[in-house]
């Protein structure tokens, strides 16, 4: 039996708090998970994830550079049984509390075992029987019980979404006193006021009433008396017993508004009935957890543009990202940006040189370790491999009877980008969230992040993101005095107007429209437009042109293709061919500076410094229209601060982009 000198010092760790990011499913630094035969070592003082494979070994650099020596060693297996048959009918409309839990403990077992890497700096020490001690066994089941981080930082960008309403905010209470413990305690004896359920059971918060919910598909069953109890009493607001954290979180519902609600002051609003949320216990999966795992399961269909089913592909570079609900984004980003030469050989090769010149103390915080991951997980072509049959998931609708219409089966699971999503998310008002997002943005925020961490450390050496700049000349002539301005502005994206013309509708009634040509496009943009302006040279409103072209080209021209069109008020995108030539000469796009002959215009004195006069008519037409008053800023200084309407269409083109 192998022990271990140095098992006293275990007793200074902690199990992990409810905030704290624990990394128990999947290495920070690669795609292994705990599915690999050497299964993962969560690190028991930061929980770190760390994976054991030979040629990587990311539990034995983490324990090297930390001096972090106990580790708990993670392996999941699928159970024997696990190929379930579900045939039941899908539920007529799908809403947020019917939801189809897939339980991953009825699934999987999960192995774990304490390891010292003090006794065994190459590999770990096994420490056997460590389980039978209270202290271990505590850490262990702190690990195997907390969310795990990719799941966390999902659960988080969901909730973001979940807002406080004027019933919760504004939530009067009866004075009814303490509620029973026996009431009150979810693994005691309460049952709903109404019927026999003991579980799937709503408080009110204005009287303390105790009612079941809905009925959830596939799930718990409920006879719906906490609806009942809303429509006899206008009672706006219910929390799920259950989801309750010790931190004052839970599932609220608001019957008034008929959706997930957040309430701030919960905590108090439960001590009205005697109950302390720091002595409840979280037992059920709250709504944004199955909301989630439901999502998940969604998988589009893989067919071409001629409708015919693509053939599966596999090796180095043609690695899968699994959908993480809504992210095809950001996978279309990530994907492409990793078939560029200047993007795999910046973050392939030297993948596990990094680590040991990274400054970041988790991989999970770095910038770096995260795109060196991608690289790795993407271009080493060891996660691209056949979907096992064996886990009986071949077919999407096997375990998702609303799972998109595929006809071909899901060829490979890929990787799942959930530590770069979270990373490069991070405090982002928008990518933070799992709502769709549009991929023009999501690629410029991505090269934000990137400058800002190349020039955060200071490798001074040349950073793959240049290959997209390029300047745009911009050229204004008074139409009066004919003197001229040029203005160059820095960019990585040019955005073209695709013209929609319709040709007619087909047999389905959907519109069909003229194929565009790219080319035609570019002349567009790069077309003599008038405008209104004050020329500081004539001293007075004048009509001038305005021309903008190339100034230089970037290595990479990427495009932004705005097919929008406002339908009924909806912002609609429209099917419209563009055909993009095998080359492009972009030559007659390019801008040449300030020619012989042409006067410059004198500088202008009314541009005065700081924020800009926001065009007040513009402002209030676009506010009045719903748009957040920032974004009608952001979108009337993107488009030359004149018209309400051109900056609508900014917006509408910088709104979602479903697909
Ligand atoms: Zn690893
Ligand atoms: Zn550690
Ligand atoms: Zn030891
Ligand atoms: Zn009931
Ligand atoms: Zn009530
Ligand atoms: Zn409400
Ligand atoms: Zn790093
Ligand atoms: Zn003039």
Sequence with gaps: M?????????????????????????????????????????????????????????????????????????????????????????PAKMTKLAIVEDRDEDKYEHKTALKCWKCDPENGLEIQN???????????????????????SEVKAWEEEILPCEHTLTLQQLSTGPIPASVSSYEGLAHCSKCDLKENLWLCLTCGALGCGRQQYGGLGGNGHGLRHYEETHHPISVKLGTITPEGNADIYCYTCNDAKQDPELAAHLAAFGINVQTQTKTEKSMTELQIEHNLKFDFSLT???????????????????????????ASVIQTVFSL??????????????????????PAD??????????????????????????????????????????TPVFQEGVRPSGFKALIGKGHEEFSTMRQQDSEE???????VLRRHAKKVGNGGKEPTDIFEFGMEQRLECGECKRVRYRVDGMDVVSIAVPAVEKGKDAEGKTLYEEVRLGDCLSTLTGVEALEYTCPGCQKNVIA??????????????????????????????????????????????GRG????????????????????????????????????????KALLATGNSDAEAAMEWLFAHMEDPG
């Design 341 to 362: 030469p200047v993007f795999q050989e910046r973050y392939y090769p030297s993948a596990s040189a990094h680590w040991y010149t990274c400054t970041e103390t988790l």
């Design 130 to 152: 460590a389980m039978l001690d209270p202290h271990v066994k505590g850490l262990s089941d702190g690990v195997m019980q907390s969310l795990s981080s990719a799941r966390q």
């Design 304 to 330: 071409g543009e001629d409708g015919k089913a693509l053939e599966p592909v596999f090796g180095p570079g043609l690695t899968g990202l699994s959908n993480l609900g809504n992210s095809c984004y950001m």
């Design 442 to 448: 999501f690629f410029t925020h991505l090269l934000t």
């Design 2 to 90: 192998a022990s271990c000198a140095h098992i006293a010092d275990i007793a200074r760790l902690q199990p992990p708090r409810l905030s704290q990011s624990v990394h128990r499913e999947e290495c920070t630094q690669c795609f292994d998970n705990q599915d690999h035969p050497l299964g993962i070592d969560v690190c028991l003082a930061c929980f770190n994830g760390g994976c054991l494979g030979r040629e990587r070994h990311h539990a034995r650099t983490h324990a090297q550079k930390t001096g972090h020596h106990f580790t708990l060693n993670v392996k999941r297996k699928l159970k024997p049984s696990a190929s379930r048959a579900d045939d039941e009918e899908p």
């Design 366 to 407: 770095c910038v770096d370790c995260q795109m060196h991951k991608l690289a790795d997980g993407l271009l080493s072509g060891r996660y691209s491999h056949p979907r096992p049959t064996n886990s009986g998931m071949t077919d999407p609708k096997a375990i998702n009877p609303l799972a998109h219409d595929s006809p």
């Design 545 to 590: 042109t305005k021309r903008s072209r190339f100034a230089t080209f970037p290595q990479v021209l990427v495009l932004h293709a705005k097919k929008f069109q406002l339908v009924n008020w909806v912002p609609s995108k429209l099917d419209i061919p563009l055909n993009v030539s095998d080359t492009l000469r972009l030559d007659e796009y390019l």
């Design 594 to 633: 300030l020619q012989s002959g042409e006067t410059e215009l004198p500088d202008d004195k009314a541009a005065a410094p700081g924020l800009p006069q926001f065009n007040e008519a513009a402002m209030a037409q676009l506010e009045a229209m719903g748009f957040p008053t920032i974004r009608c800023q």
